[in-house]
């Protein structure tokens, strides 16, 4: 069964500067898409970037990178320029033909001033 | 476009009983799924429903149902309610299938067991 790993539970970054949330997924498919998920506090879930596997490409999305590490299963989420808007639960997801969408724990993120 | 709405946004139940969650997906959307967050488990796939059939399950038990109407709104149903079933109840919507389009999900609703 595939699974999703969010290691880090809490992260914090001061405004302006570049934060690094890290993913590690299990699967042994070769055709897969990973997404990162944002939910505020005001519990709606936002998408903020995908990657398809067959795709070697990191996909960038304005502040928001990835960086997909196919044969090391990672997918870490890059925010740059971080805002004040930035700060909430983000939630790395791995999505096959299976048609499960599967959820890491999440990381939550808080912005300093 | 309106986005994915769902009704109640709040409700309190008591152990045994049934509820029954709505949700009204963008328009011409035509997959809607379901999920169960708890602080506790995080977030679950409890099952997907396109052009009115169940097309993905989750593993949980058959107490949890939903189903698709011809206009792509979908309703899930708690029977036999438990403690355990206290959480927010998210429903999102694409066009066809996540491998091609984005999922939208609508605010959810927050079920409480007592």
């Known amino acids: 069964a595939q699974t999703v790993t969010q290691s880090q539970p809490e992260m914090s970054v001061q405004e302006a500067e570049t934060v690094t949330l890290s993913c590690t997924y299990d699967?042994?498919?070769?055709?897969?898409?990973l997404f990162w998920y944002k939910q505020p506090p005001s519990r709606q879930m936002i998408l903020v970037i995908r990657?398809?596997?067959?795709?070697?490409q990191n996909a960038t999305e304005n502040r928001f990178s990835v960086n997909f590490q196919k044969a090391a299963k990672s997918f870490s989420l890059k925010i740059s320029d971080s805002q004040l808007g930035d700060a909430a639960m983000y939630f790395c997801?791995?999505?096959?033909?299976?048609?499960?969408?599967?959820f890491g724990q999440g990381t939550e993120l808080s912005v300093k001033p | 476009k309106a986005g994915v709405t769902q009704t109640p946004r709040y409700l309190i139940k008591t152990r045994g009983q049934q509820v029954t969650l709505s949700c009204s997906p963008i328009?011409?959307?035509?997959?809607v799924s379901w999920y169960q967050q708890t602080p506790g488990q995080g977030l679950q796939f409890l099952f997907e429903y396109f052009s009115e059939t169940q097309r993905n399950k989750g593993n949980f038990p058959g107490r949890f149902s939903g189903r698709q109407f011809s206009n792509s709104r979908s309703e899930m149903n708690v029977s036999t309610l438990e403690l355990g079933d206290s959480a927010l109840y998210l429903c999102a919507s694409s066009l066809f299938t996540l491998s091609t389009d984005t999922q939208y999900f609508g605010p959810g609703t927050r079920l409480t067991v007592l």
């Open positions: 328009s011409g959307h035509r997959s």
């Open positions: 990657q398809e596997a067959y795709k070697q």
């Open positions: 997801a791995y999505y096959n033909q299976g048609g499960k969408l599967i």
């Open positions: 699967t042994s498919e070769s055709d897969y898409y």
